[in-house]
Nanobody, 119 residues
Framework: VQLQASGGGLVQAGGSLRLSCAAS????????MGWYRQAPGKQRELVAA???????NYADSVKGRFTISRGDAKNTVYLQMNSLKPEDTAVYHC??????????????WGQGTLVTVSS
């Protein structure tokens, strides 16, 4: 399994970013994929999820501003982030829902991407 997120960067409040996640391996068989984020000093949280059938769910904090989607090739997941706020600053990862774990039970996170929103 490999997960690689990209597209982060520095943006002013009110701006937009589009994150991409390339997935490979067994994780492609899961039903639900999601975007998680972890801000400094805070616990990681699930902000958006999408099922293989296209059903989406969002955390209240991003509802109406973020949009999760899947690519046509099914191995890519996107997160369109609009109207960004300083509190959106975090490292963003994609992963399955629930989180992918190895045979030993250890969670696998792959490469994340840093989003920094300046006020």
């Amino acid at each position: 399994v490999q997960l690689q997120a990209s597209g982060g960067g520095l943006v002013q409040a009110g701006g937009s970013l589009r994150l991409s996640c390339a997935a490979s391996g067994s994780i492609l068989r899961v039903n639900v994929m999601g975007w998680y984020r972890q801000a400094p000093g805070k616990q990681r949280e699930l902000v958006a999820a999408i099922s293989s059938g296209g059903v989406t769910n969002y955390a209240d904090s991003v509802k109406g501003r973020f949009t999760i989607s899947r690519g046509d090739a099914k191995n890519t997941v996107y997160l369109q982030m609009n109207s960004l706020k300083p509190e959106d600053t975090a490292v963003y990862h994609c992963n399955s829902v629930p989180v992918w774990a190895s045979g030993s039970g250890k969670a696998y996170w792959g490469q994340g991407t840093l989003v920094t929103v300046s006020s």
